[in-house]
Antibody, heavy 122, light 107 residues
Framework: EVQLVESGGGLVQPGGSLRLSCAASGFTFSSYAMNWVRQAPGKGLEWVSAISSSGGSTSYTDSVKGRFTISRDNSKHTLYLQMNSLSAEDTAVYYC???????????????WGQGTLVTVSS | DIQMTQSPSSLSASVGDRVTITCRPSQSISGYLNWYQQRPGKAPKLLIYATSNLQSGVPSRFSGSASGTDFTLTITSLQPEDFATYFCQQSYSSLLTFGGGTKVEIK
């Protein structure tokens, strides 16, 4: 059974940093692209970032480019999102998602974690 | 970025009704359109991928199609567990984008 378990969320002050983790199990982690998708309270879904199966390619939505860094450790079956210079607009539930294939384009999110809440507030 | 316009933003329907939700991309996406369902307080779940392919385990009352530039999610005979929010998503571009969502409520 595929499982994606996010952790690392919490309350952080504006300008602060946070590192999210997503522990994966039930599939060959190194064979699939992974993503972060977020949802602000009461709002829709927003794709944040993606990383290829090998970790050699990454992509970001414009609003987080230069502030967030996606990475993965295939030996630990874990996906990460380093978030710096956080602002109130980054407040959201952050979901870890698995892509169907090695890349994220021409693809879909076939499994989702339960999410971890990030609150940016003073 | 490819903008996804989803309509309606909400609708009220009764159990047994046929429901149709539409998604229109701002440019051609060559059929790379997916649909997700999100029940309150839960993570989204994949329903349909690549326009019309039903994800394993999803009931056959859900279907997806395309006509011209529009993509459609249809639920035939709405069930109580189908009251949820539905999102479309394009994966043609490497910058992935979602529609704004359609909340299906009980009439």
């Amino acid at each position: 059974e595929v499982q994606l378990v996010e952790s690392g969320g919490g309350l952080v002050q504006p300008g602060g940093s946070l590192r999210l983790s997503c522990a994966a199990s039930g599939f060959t982690f190194s064979s699939y692209a992974m993503n972060w998708v977020r949802q602000a309270p009461g709002k829709g879904l927003e794709w944040v970032s993606a990383i290829s199966s090998s970790g050699g390619s990454t992509s970001y939505t414009d609003s987080v480019k230069g502030r967030f860094t996606i990475s993965r450790d295939n030996s630990k079956h874990t996906l990460y999102l380093q978030m710096n210079s956080l602002s109130a607009e980054d407040t959201a539930v952050y979901y870890c998602t698995k892509s169907y294939s090695t890349g994220w384009a021409y693809n879909w999110f076939d499994f989702w974690g339960q999410g971890t809440l990030v609150t940016v507030s003073s | 970025d490819i903008q996804m316009t989803q309509s309606p933003s909400s609708l009220s329907a009764s159990v047994g009704d046929r429901v149709t939700i539409t998604c229109r991309p701002s440019q051609s996406i060559s059929g790379y359109l997916n649909w997700y369902q999100q029940r309150p307080g839960k993570a989204p779940k994949l329903l349909i991928y690549a326009t019309s392919n039903l994800q394993s385990g999803v009931p056959s009352r859900f279907s997806g199609s395309a006509s011209g530039t529009d993509f459609t999610l249809t639920i035939t005979s709405l069930q109580p567990e189908d009251f949820a929010t539905y999102f479309c998503q394009q994966s043609y571009s490497s910058l992935l984008t979602f529609g704004g969502g359609t909340k299906v409520e009980i009439k």
